[in-house]
């Protein structure tokens, strides 16, 4: 396992954490395995849409994950156990 091989998830309700919060752990774990946060374009985007309400106005459940392994960072939204966004990321 290399230095920066990791895997973390959060599963989180629409009403049970602020986007900005992901936001900012997301960040953080950019910065952790030396990857400039930019490169995750879309992700903000991924996480307003998976925390979105549903078309009921049902609460919807999103969980987002990192993996790092072999060099990338893997990073998976899913909202309702369906893939809302997906990127890997090259770590310098």
């Known amino acids: 396992m290399g230095s920066h091989d990791f ?7 629409s009403q049970g954490a ?5 936001e ?10 030396g990857a ?5 374009e879309g992700l903000i985007q ?9 078309a009921i106005g049902g609460d919807r459940r999103c969980d987002i994950q990192f993996r790092a392994r072999n060099g990338m960072l893997e990073v998976l939204v899913t909202s309702n156990a369906g893939r809302v966004w997906q990127t890997e990321i090259l770590i310098p």
């Open 7 to 13: 895997f973390f998830a959060l599963e989180f309700s």
């Open 18 to 22: 602020p986007a900005s919060l992901v």
């Open 24 to 33: 900012d752990l997301a960040a953080n774990v950019f910065r952790h395995v």
């Open 36 to 40: 400039a946060p930019e490169h995750a």
């Open 46 to 54: 991924a996480l307003q849409e998976a925390t979105a309400k549903g």
